[in-house]
């Protein structure tokens, strides 16, 4: 167990942080890492989980079909299994969550676990696949479910409310045309006729010292219901000067900065959104080089989630993703996705 306490019970506060360093450099910033992972038995690897997924009992298991606490350890291979004293169903500590019907090692997990929180920018699938020696669909399915994961954590939220202030902003993305070879075979890609249709905007609602909503639409016009459904009464609302949010007047006091003539002025603009979107935008380019529209909405969530969490040690990171993970329930979208495809 001496391992399980370095991993997971270092006592922040006990560390002496060193103010004039960035946040990033110090100590405090490194609970986990992948060679304290490596080196957990089988056994410790799952205790090490089951403590992540039954905090309350402090690893004890608890019946993932009726709740019930009191379970008989019936285990026979390498993944632990339990039995319900009340409902005698079976179930592992895997059962009902996002790493229901696992193919790899619990050890793994974790593993991944930590490398997607050590990843600022994100983690594209094939560097993940490489780095745990697991084949890319696997390494794509599970960064998915870790996506997942992160995004359940602000399905639903409502930001903002009276004397908070969110700033809203859009970032197109999407729908390239690339120009042909010859100067004479060229068209104007600004026109509509040659537009791929694929263009999408990602819309970011940011709380100022609060939390990222984000989802994907056509347009900024087509966001402005989804915004005054997640934004509280009472906030005020920073935005730049696109004729798409004017309708936003109508439920909030809004604030516009005219970025032809500055970023900021009299305290009005939109540069935590701003922040956001350089994120999403490095991790474009740097990790996935190309996101497809389909799962546009799940890596805006990511960088949210990632975003909003920048200050946040790592080793309460991997805890919280874990835990999100836990209770998020078998993946709908993923699991068996690449079975159901070949089919
Ligand atoms: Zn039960």
Redesign the pocket.
């Known amino acids: 167990m001496s391992l399980l306490v370095t991993i997971f019970d270092v006592r922040i506060s006990n560390m002496v942080m060193n103010v004039s360093q960035h946040f990033l450099l110090s100590a405090a910033a490194r609970m986990i890492s992948l060679k304290a992972i490596f080196s957990l038995s089988d056994a410790d690897a799952w205790t090490v989980f089951q403590r992540l997924r039954w905090p309350e009992t402090d690893g004890a298991a608890v019946?993932s079909?009726?709740?019930?606490d009191r379970?008989y350890d019936v285990t026979r291979g390498a993944t632990p299994r339990f039995r319900?004293s009340?409902?005698?169903?079976d179930f592992s500590p895997t059962s009902g969550t996002l790493f229901a019907y696992h193919k790899l090692s619990i050890r793994d997990y974790l593993a991944a676990i930590a490398l997607f929180v050590n990843a600022v920018k994100g983690v594209s699938a094939l560097q993940m696949g490489r780095d745990l020696d697991v084949s890319y669909k696997a390494a794509w399915v599970l960064c998915h479910k870790l996506r997942e994961a992160m995004a359940s954590e602000m399905k639903g939220a409502v930001i903002g409310g009276e004397g908070k202030t969110v700033e809203v902003d859009g970032m197109y993305t999407g729908g390239h045309i690339r120009p042909a070879n010859l100067k004479e075979d060229r068209v104007d890609r600004r026109l509509a006729k040659h537009q791929t249709g694929k263009r999408q905007v990602v819309v970011a609602i940011r709380e100022r010292d609060g939390r990222t909503v984000t989802a994907v639409f056509k347009s900024e016009d087509a966001s402005t219901d989804f915004i005054k459904a997640r934004v509280a009464r009472g906030t005020t609302v920073h935005t730049d000067e696109a004729a798409s949010w004017e309708s936003l007047r109508a439920k909030f006091r809004v604030r516009t900065i005219n970025h032809s003539q500055a970023y900021s002025h009299d305290d009005a603009c939109t540069n935590q959104a701003e922040s956001y979107f350089s994120r999403l935008r490095r991790a474009e380019r740097g990790q996935h080089h190309q996101i497809s529209g389909n799962y546009l909405g799940r890596y805006a969530a990511e960088m949210g989630w990632r975003e909003d969490n920048r200050r946040q040690p790592n080793g309460t990171l991997f805890t919280r993703i874990v835990g999100l993970a836990v209770r998020c329930r078998v993946s709908v979208d993923f699991t068996g996705r690449w079975q159901r495809q070949a089919a």
């Open positions: 019946c079909h009726c709740g019930h379970c319900c009340a409902c005698r169903k």
